[in-house]
């Protein structure tokens, strides 16, 4: 299986690639909203222009330092849903907002004095939107003092409160769809009473933002669930992987990034080492999914890691042997693109295109 590349070694499925995106393109005509998706999953600007060129109104990231990347190569509007705090940042956010529109999600006025001093250097009003908590509770503002964060954004000269952000994270693990669609509703609820509230204080946001890959898929059966709801921010759903297969998002079949590995040891009837393990995999695993990845097609289960070897739980009659190849599928892809320089574009068997991953390690 693909001979002309060492193991391991990333394999993109360029067919399933694009009708992911192209899925998602018709779920935003259907919902009526924008697309912005999240490009931490993939750091490959070609993937971003694809998505653009599908109808993306612009792309979403989570550091300055993959914003540098995606405005060098041509991206034109670029939320960071992310607080961006530091002169070291701002310095080069300069740099960024003067290629592209850039806009920031934060949940505080102390998070954006910095990017007011920005704002007032470039002469132009940063867009802002209020990141709201609706449940997740990593970032966000509680709702009920949302107002007052908005009132002192406003009272900050160089920016533009266009509207409010949220991350409803904790729609992962519930497993039960009823479940999922009442955070959905509650998350939805929440950002267009803090609208309205706004509203009536005279402050006139219009932007309600939200991901991602499980409230979109969601959003696809009950499109009621996102009313009032103006852009969506999904960014797994290029690829997919077990995390969103376990959450019923997708299918296998819709699983377009693997990593191909090789077995390099069949140390007992029932065990395979590969090549691949938590610096070419990622470390993360789920409690709902048994092991570190799976064998696209087989099912076999890469059942624990190390840095640098996958065990392979096999039946014994298994004939896979050392030299053979095999293609995983991660837990987790955005965690495990971040650990790859490249990635390879497959179409029907043959290697057809290699992506530099380059908003890889930029974590600042
Ligand atoms: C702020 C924000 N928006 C959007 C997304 C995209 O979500 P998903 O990867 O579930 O599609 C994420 C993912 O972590 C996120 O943190």
Redesign the pocket.
Known sequence: MFAELDTPSVLLDLDRVERNVRRMAALRDRLGVRLR??I??HKIPELARLQVAEGAAGI?V?KVGEAEVMAAAGIADILI??PVVGRHKLRRLMAVAQQARVSV?LDSPAAAGDLSDLGEALKQGIPIYL?LDTGFH?VGVSPRDALDAARALQRLPGLELVGL???G?HV?GVGDTAAVDSIIAAEVQLLLETRDALHRAGMPVEEI????????SRAAVRPELLAGVTEI?????IFNDLN?VAEG?CREEDCAATLLATVVSRPAPDRAVIDAGSKSLSSDSSPRIAGRGRVAGSGQVVEWITEEHGMLRLDPADPLAVGDRVAVIPIHI?AMMNLHDRAYGVRGGQVVETFAVAGRGRVQ
Do not use: D, L
């Open positions: 998706p999240h931490k999953t979403t989570a849903a992310y999600a990141e990593r952000a949220s991350y994270g992962h933002s939200i991901g991602g890959t499980v409230t979109t921010r999904p960014g797994t759903y969103t998002a955005c």
